[in-house]
Nanobody, 124 residues
């Protein structure tokens, strides 16, 4: 059973930075696609960024392009989401998710395994 544990959320002022981590365990294949999603109060969950573990193909939602960077550390079985120039509208619970296969997707329905989420609050 794939297990994902997010960390790194918190309170940050507008313009600040945070780095989220997603520690992954229990996978039976190296071929994974990892997605970062977020859900703000009263809104649907949306895909923020994705990466696969083979050729580093990535996806970014338009609202975060140029500000967020997804990366992976195979030695630590961890995927990161570096978030810079944060805005109040980035406030949400952030989740990482995993699925087998190399096709990255920004749709939550395509992912089978989910972490518990970490709160990111951008406020002065």
């Amino acid at each position: 059973q794939v297990k994902l544990v997010e960390s790194g959320g918190g309170l940050v002022q507008p313009g600040g930075s945070l780095r989220l981590s997603c520690a992954i365990s229990g996978f039976t294949s190296d071929l994974l696609a990892i997605g970062w999603f977020r859900q703000a109060p009263g809104k649907e969950r949306e895909g923020v960024s994705c990466i696969n573990t083979s050729d580093d193909s990535t996806f970014y939602e338009d609202a975060v392009k140029g500000r967020f960077t997804v990366s992976r550390d195979d030695a630590r079985n961890t995927v990161y989401l570096q978030m810079n120039s944060l805005k109040p509208e980035d406030t949400a619970v952030y989740y990482c998710a995993a699925k087998y296969g190399l096709v990255i997707s920004s749709y939550s329905r395509d992912y089978d395994y989910w972490g518990q989420g970490t709160q990111v609050t951008v406020s002065s």
